[in-house]
């Protein structure tokens, strides 16, 4: 059991030993004093932030909060070929490592981040952990300056240490900042809190920092962090995540007899991950099969919350509805109070915002309700939404995504397309455009992906990729640039900025299983011009990702004709097409099958 009291004040003793060795003679007082004065400030902030990452909420207990350790399971994390578990990677962070930890939703990456600080607490290590969740940058009070947003965390009111003392810290190796949820920043601001990041790796080399995020290539870039990879759970590992929930042993031990039998052979992709985990148990009892399609398994979770039960107890236990609506209206006002929000990216509410979504998706579904009582729904009824202190959030965001796919399939009377050409640009990280692909395909192809596939396939008719090179990168890869951070070798990059395109080609790559390989890490092909790139990289303007870039031009194809660029732009140009041939045909089916139905 962790214990606060003991494990704070051992922190401060093992931080005295540590910055007798780092902080320099000059600091008034000497480290003694530094030290102490750091106890008394920050304190207060340590043992609320244990407070808040050992407890949490779970889709199956939303009364009251479980204890993070009871319920966490050990946690592997691949990098390089190479799979370790969660104790090395503590270790790693304990030694100042920059680190990024990438999940897809509901992986376990923000459980597996808080229980790396409180290992760094519980440690000793002689560096203060800081945990910060980066969803709270999206307010408006942000004032673009993420040291100062930090310090104001952790510096309360009153306290004496000043903004130069919590820098020199920073710079003299005393904190390590663990930074959650890069993917929950708003799209238009995420540029900048990267280029922020970076410039704290680079005006503080030796301060640790742990950033967890949803798979995004542009961290791939970051030459100064190390990427891990949160891995699929195992079979011994999803037993013992199901004996630890808080729900109904006898269920539990059969749920756990199936996994062991042949259930987590036949669905390890649901399985191996911890939410989905989570939801099986919860559906398995009501439904007694698994499907195939995730979002027939939402669809099932959404049920299951609607008519839930006390898991708790050994009879049913059906929670009283505040609204009187049926299962279809409450979920068609649900799903357009989550397109909307999705659309704004907005993934945390004050209490006034979330009723005006409500009221909002309410009117867009004429249906007449009372706001606060649909509010009192979604969380104690149906557990969609949580309180998280003085803001509410979704239980999980992929069951935003989820309902904002729903929304989009229901064929609603807007311009479908217009709104996924919006989503398009935040890439691959989110599910909404997978997953409405997966409900009604025939809808997606034949009013988003034909036509856009169509357009794109015009815009390359008659360009050379060889005389017309960046036009053709931009089209179908992004703006290749040379990015340099200043440290080890320049490494080449795709930066997709806004531009449709691309992304619009990396998404139908994963919807039709096409592998379209990005053009990166071809440095070490340009031989004798290295030395020319990287002059032109040092002496170019930094961009919003934090790199030197610069980017190519069509002047530039005899630097760069012997590199991998060609083959892979023109495989990608290719398989494009091939795609286009596959959407073509599938439209035309759809309308000869709809023909006859009419005949």
């Not at 398994?297 to 059906?318: C, G, N, S, V």
């Amino acid at each position: 059991m962790f214990d606060p009291s003991a494990a704070v004040p051992k922190l401060f003793e093992s931080l005295l030993e540590s910055a007798t060795r780092r902080v320099i003679k000059s600091v008034s007082g000497g480290a003694a004093k530094f030290v102490d004065m750091l106890r008394m400030n920050f304190s207060d902030y340590l043992y609320s932030a244990i407070d808040r990452t050992s407890h949490v909420k779970t889709l199956l207990q939303r009364d009251e909060p479980v204890d993070l350790l009871s319920i966490y399971v050990e946690t592997f994390l691949e990098s390089g070929g190479t799979t370790l578990r969660d104790d090395i990677i503590v270790e790693r962070c304990r030694k100042q490592a920059s680190i990024c930890v990438i999940g897809s939703a509901g992986s376990g990456k923000t459980m597996f981040v808080r229980y790396l600080f409180l290992q760094l607490v519980e440690g000793g290590y002689g560096t203060i952990p800081i945990f910060v969740e980066l969803r709270d940058l999206n307010s408006p009070d942000y004032n673009d300056d993420l040291v100062e947003f930090i310090y104001n965390i952790v510096v309360r009111p009153g306290a004496v240490v000043t903004k130069d003392q919590f820098r020199y810290c920073l710079r003299s190796a005393l904190f390590i900042l663990i930074l959650d949820g890069l993917d929950e920043v708003e799209h238009s601001r995420r540029a900048a809190i990267e280029r922020q990041i970076m410039n704290l790796r680079s005006s503080y080399p030796k301060l640790g920092i742990v950033i967890s995020s949803r798979p995004d290539e542009r961290l791939s870039a970051w030459s100064a962090f190390t990427v891990y990879r949160i891995g699929p759970m195992k079979k011994a590992q999803v037993k013992k995540l199901i004996s630890r929930l808080p729900y109904e042993a006898k269920l539990r031990t059969k749920f756990i007899q199936e996994v062991d039998k042949n259930l987590y052979d036949k669905h390890s992709s649901f399985l191996s991950n911890p939410l989905l985990a989570t939801m099986m148990l919860m559906t398995y009892d009501q439904f007694a099969h698994i499907p195939e399609k995730i979002h027939i398994f939402y669809e099932q979770a959404f049920e299951t919350l609607y008519f839930r039960h006390d898991a708790r107890k050994e009879t049913a236990f059906r929670r009283k509805m505040y609204t009187d609506l049926a299962i279809n209206d409450f979920r068609n006002c649900l799903s357009a109070l989550c397109v909307s929000s999705y659309f704004k990216e907005k993934f945390q509410f004050s209490e006034s915002e979330i009723l005006d979504y409500i009221r909002k998706a309410a009117h867009s579904e004429k249906l007449k309700i009372i706001e606060g009582d649909y509010l009192s729904d979604l969380l104690e009824s149906v557990c969609i939404l949580q309180r998280d202190g003085l803001y509410l959030s979704f239980t999980h965001r992929s069951f935003q995504e989820y309902f904002a796919a729903v929304f989009i399939v229901r064929s609603p009377s807007i311009e479908i397309r217009d709104l996924l050409n919006v989503f398009c640009r935040r890439g691959t990280q989110d599910n909404v455009i997978g997953m409405a692909f997966d409900m009604n395909r025939s809808l997606i192809e034949r009013e988003w992906i034909l036509p856009k596939i169509r357009d794109l396939a015009e815009a390359l008719e008659g360009l050379d990729p060889e005389t017309n090179m960046v036009q053709c990168l931009d089209l179908v890869c992004g703006k290749i640039v040379l990015g340099y951070d200043g440290e080890g070798d320049p490494t080449c990059v795709v930066v997709k900025v806004q531009e449709e395109g691309p992304w619009f080609v990396e998404i139908i790559g994963k919807l039709y299983n096409v592998d379209f390989p990005t053009v990166t890490f071809w440095y070490d092909e340009l031989g004798m011009v290295k030395d020319e790139f990287v002059r032109r990289g040092m002496s170019g303007p930094r961009t919003s990702d934090g790199f030197q870039h610069i980017e190519l031009t069509d002047a530039d194809y005899e630097l760069v004709k012997g590199t991998s660029l060609f083959k892979i732009l023109r495989s990608n140009i290719d398989s494009l097409m091939q795609i286009k041939s596959e959407v073509e045909a599938s439209v035309s089916e759809q309308k000869r099958l709809s023909g006859v139905l009419f005949e």
